[in-house]
């Protein structure tokens, strides 16, 4: 039997053949489902489930009551807020088996979902992408955008320390707590 290098809350379920990496956390009634992949040192909170074939990368947290669905992939380093919703059909019925059409979801590295924010299937968040609280995002995100509302509107653009960046006359804005500098142009943020 494999050494277990990860704690698990004695009422979480973690099915077989499932991987998780060193030092992950996973709390109170959480079920972990076969396939799936979660990196080093992430943290579940209470009431999370992972779906089988959701790959999760390293330091990923993602709060309680959320669940990933099979689709969903997050790059290391995400913030999954307190009661997010992916969603993996976009025309669910009951009556109807459609898990031959579950639509891909990307999440890029470092990017934050708010609570209560709802992430229609098919649509990524580029890296370090902000979303609000309560935002339904119906769209692709791009990199450090900030959006919010219903469905969700671009609002601005944010550092990749969570901070709404001010961009000059030439397109240049510094990060208020890292001072790293960052570039807009073409309707694109980068990182200088």
């Keep these: 039997m494999a050494e277990v290098n990860y704690f698990a809350h004695e009422t979480a379920v973690i099915d077989a053949d499932c991987e998780i990496g060193a030092g992950t956390k996973i709390w109170h009634f959480s079920h972990i489902m076969t396939g799936c992949k979660i990196g080093e040192n992430c943290n579940l909170g209470q009431n999370v489930v992972v779906s089988p074939q959701v ?29 997010m919703v992916f969603t993996n059909v976009i025309n669910p019925r009951s009556a109807i088996n459609r898990k031959s059409e579950y639509a891909k979801t990307r999440v890029g590295r470092g990017a934050t979902i708010g609570a209560n924010a709802t992430i229609v299937c098919g649509h990524d968040i580029g890296k370090y992408a902000f979303i609000g609280a309560g935002a339904v995002v119906t769209k692709h995100v791009p990199d450090y955008a900030l959006v919010v509302g219903n469905p969700a509107r671009q609002s601005g653009w944010m550092s990749e320390y969570g901070h709404k960046l001010k961009f000059d006359k030439d397109g240049n804005a510094l990060c208020p707590e890292s001072n790293e500098r960052y570039q807009l142009m073409d309707g694109n943020v980068t990182k200088l």
Excluded: A, E, H, R
């Design 55 to 83: 790959v999760l990368g390293k330091n990923v947290k993602v709060q309680n009551n959320v669940s990933i669905y099979t689709g969903v992939t997050c790059d290391d380093d995400v913030f999954l807020g307190p009661s």
